[in-house]
């Protein structure tokens, strides 16, 4: 069962444009959504994390838009660069005291072309 | 600061042989994860341990995979008696314990088995 799913699993996005990842979920008990980078040969690392208190959370060009309702999130990438060509998981935990068991979707693969 | 360090980076084995690998956490950090990422997947959790004790392991394949951290620092995942479907990078992160903590993840292991 996937309890974490994504989309699109690729998108391919001009230099300058804003790329959109998906993603949604089953378990209501989620309340922590980090979003993780990973480039070919080296481990995931976090980019953003929201709340689930929290309808939107902004980093720089990174933003994550939450809607608790319907069990979905999207990461906006704006002013895409090509620096910004990796795989991108989103991730969700449930509060089960003090542990950060993290669950991860498939993954959506962004390539930025210049 | 040193990030998690896992060794070897590569393993190459025949169906049946063993397998050993290696993590070293951030120091300070209390919790320790192995994560398995077929290729083109996100990241699945094996094992985790608070300390050197084992929170939850209940997606470790017990009949050939085992996993320890006799000292609450460094921690040893071992494969025995691989299959073709283990081929896979396996993934060491470390934490702080408590919510919503961020993970720090290794540069990964990554076994084929022929």
């Known amino acids: 069962q996937q309890q974490v799913r994504q989309s699109p699993q690729s998108l391919t996005v001009w230099e300058g444009e804003t790329a959109i990842l998906n993603c949604s979920y089953e378990?209501?008990?989620?309340?922590?959504f980090p979003w993780y980078q990973q480039f070919p040969g080296e481990g995931p690392a976090l980019l953003i994390s929201i709340l689930s208190v929290s309808n939107k959370k902004e980093d720089g060009r990174f933003t994550i838009f939450f809607n608790k309702r319907e069990k979905k999130l999207s990461l906006h990438i704006a002013d895409s660069q090509p620096g910004d060509s990796a795989t991108y998981f989103c991730a969700a935990s449930a509060p089960t005291g003090g542990n950060n068991k993290l669950t991860f979707g498939q993954g959506t693969v962004l390539s930025v072309i210049p | 600061e040193a990030g998690v360090t896992q060794s070897p980076r590569y393993a190459v084995l025949q169906e049946g042989q063993a397998v050993s690998f290696w993590c070293d956490p951030i120091s300070g950090h209390d919790t320790l994860y192995w994560y398995q990422q077929p290729r083109d997947q996100g990241p699945q959790l094996l094992v985790y341990?608070?300390?050197?004790?084992?929170?939850?392991n209940s997606q470790l394949p017990s009949d050939r995979f085992s996993a320890v951290r006799p000292k609450g620092t460094n921690s040893t995942l071992k494969i025995q008696s691989a299959k073709q479907g283990d081929t896979a990078t396996y993934l060491c992160a470390s934490s702080f314990n408590r919510n919503t903590g961020q993970l720090y993840f290794g540069e990964g292991s990554k076994l084929t088995v022929l």
């Open positions: 378990n209501s008990a989620f309340d922590y």
């Open positions: 341990f608070r300390d050197e004790a084992v929170i939850d």
